[in-house]
C-alpha cells in the first residue's frame, strides 16, 4: 500500500518550526523572518470562545519596544478609542496599613507599563506576520532544524516528546473580569493584598477611562462561589474589598476563571527523535500573575532566543545543542528568580498570623520611604536593568 503523498508544506525545507501562534509564538516567528529563516507557524485551531475575552496584559518597557520594533504595537483604533492604556502610577495596599506607591514622574519614564487589550495585541500581530516574508502557517508540525514549542503550560508537544514540567498548583484561582467604574482611573493600577487574598485592577480604555480589568486571586472554592454569584454581588464584593476607590461598579460581562501555579520545565531544550526542540512562554513556566509579569517574561524568551541565533557562529547549525544551552541557561536564571520572587509574596501575604500581617505592612511602608531600592523595583518591574 502506497504511503500518503506528503503536503506541499511539509515537503517544503523550514528552518524553524514554531508550534503555538498565541503571542509568543507570533512574536518569535517575527523575530526570526528578520534573520532570513524559514518559519512554518503551527497554529492549533481555537474553540468559539462562549464568552468575550476579558484578559489584559500589563507589558513593561522592554515588552513595548519589542513588539514596536516588529510593528505590532497596538495603537489607538485597533480596537475601540484606546487598545492601550499607560500606567501612569501604582498603588500596592496591604491589610493593616501598609503602603507602596510608585510613579512614572518619579522614575522619569513615560509609564511604568502599559495595559493592553489582548484582542488588539493578537490583531497587530497577525496583521505583522501577513505582512512578513519567510513566515508560512501551517495546520500541521513540519520538519525543520528546530522546533520551538510555544503552546502554553498545558502544551501536548511537550508531554509527547517526554520533557518534564514540575507544577505546584496553587489553591487559588484567579478571578477575572471587565467593570466599570463610577470614577475614572486616572491611569493608575490599583493592588489590594488582604484576608489573604490578592485584587488587582488593572486600567483600561484610556488614561480617564472609566474601565478596569479585574484579576482576584482567591481561595479555589470561593471562585466558583464568585462565579455563581449575581454579577451585582460581585461587583459590590470587589467595590468592598478596594474600600469603593473609584466609587460604584458594575460588571460588563461574565466572569471567568482559571487555576493558578507555580511550574518550570526541568529542561529546556532537548535533542529527541523529531529533532532540536526548544521551550519558550507558558510551555517553560508559568508563576502567579500579582507581579503581572507573565506575558513579559515569555515575550523576553522569544528575544532572547531570537538574539542568541543572530549571534550564532556562521558554521554552527541552529539545531546544535551548545547553541540552544546558551538560551535556556539564560532564561533559566531570569524566571527561576522572577518564580522564587512571585512564590514568596504569594506565601507571605496568604499568611494570616498578625505578627506576619504587622511585619509585612511594615515592610512595604518602609519600602515605600527607601528610594534606592524602590528605584530598583520599579526598573525590575519595567524590564530594565539600570
Known amino acids: 500500500m502506497a504511503l500518503p503523498s506528503p503536503s506541499p508544506a511539509a515537503a517544503r525545507r523550514f528552518d524553524v518550526c514554531i508550534r503555538g501562534a498565541g503571542v509568543v509564538g507570533q512574536t518569535l516567528a517575527l523575530l526570526l523572518a528578520r534573520e532570513r529563516l524559514k518559519v512554518a507557524l503551527v497554529a492549533s485551531p481555537r474553540p468559539p470562545a462562549a464568552a468575550p475575552d476579558v484578559r489584559a496584559y500589563a507589558l513593561n518597557t522592554s515588552a513595548r519596544a519589542l513588539l514596536q520594533s516588529l510593528r505590532a504595537w497596538p495603537e489607538d483604533g485597533d480596537a475601540g478609542p484606546a487598545a492601550v492604556t499607560p500606567v501612569s502610577r501604582m498603588e500596592v495596599h496591604g491589610d493593616d496599613g501598609g503602603d507602596l506607591h510608585f510613579s512614572a514622574a518619579d522614575q522619569g519614564v513615560e509609564a511604568l507599563t502599559w495595559i493592553v487589550d489582548v484582542p488588539a495585541l493578537e490583531k497587530r500581530l497577525a496583521d505583522a506576520i501577513s505582512f512578513q516574508c519567510g513566515i508560512e502557517r501551517v495546520n500541521e508540525p513540519v520538519p525543520a532544524a528546530l522546533t520551538v514549542v510555544c503552546e502554553g503550560k498545558r502544551s501536548a508537544t511537550r508531554e509527547e516528546l517526554g520533557l518534564e514540567f514540575d507544577v505546584r498548583p496553587y489553591p487559588h484561582k484567579a478571578v477575572a473580569a471587565r467593570l466599570t467604574t463610577e470614577q475614572p482611573h486616572g491611569g493608575v ?21 472609566n474601565s478596569v480589568a479585574l484579576v482576584w486571586s482567591v481561595p479555589a472554592q470561593q471562585s466558583e462561589e464568585w462565579l455563581a454569584a449575581d454579577p451585582q454581588a460581585l461587583a459590590q464584593a470587589v467595590q468592598e474589598r478596594c474600600g469603593s476607590a473609584l466609587g460604584g461598579m458594575q460588571l460588563q460581562g461574565p466572569a471567568q476563571a482559571w487555576p493558578l501555579e507555580l511550574s518550570r520545565a526541568r529542561r529546556w531544550i532537548a535533542q529527541t527523535a523529531q529533532g532540536s526542540v526548544a521551550l519558550a512562554g507558558d510551555a517553560a513556566h508559568a508563576m502567579h500573575p500579582l507581579a503581572g509579569q507573565g506575558l513579559n517574561v515569555g515575550l523576553a524568551d522569544a528575544a532572547k532566543l531570537a538574539r542568541v541565533v543572530h549571534e550564532r557562529e556562521f558554521w554552527r547549525e541552529l539545531g546544535d545543542l551548545k547553541l540552544l544551552r546558551r538560551y535556556e541557561r539564560a532564561r533559566q536564571a531570569e524566571v527561576g528568580a522572577m518564580g522564587w520572587l512571585t512564590d514568596g509574596l504569594f506565601g507571605l501575604f496568604g499568611q494570616t498570623d498578625s505578627r506576619v500581617q504587622a511585619l509585612r505592612n511594615w515592610g512595604m511602608s518602609g519600602v515605600d520611604r527607601l528610594g534606592p531600592l524602590k528605584h530598583w523595583l520599579a526598573r525590575k518591574a519595567m524590564g530594565q536593568t539600570a
Open 189 to 209: 493600577a490599583r493592588q489590594w493584598f488582604a484576608r489573604g487574598e490578592i485584587l488587582a485592577l488593572l486600567p483600561l480604555d484610556g488614561a480617564q477611562g
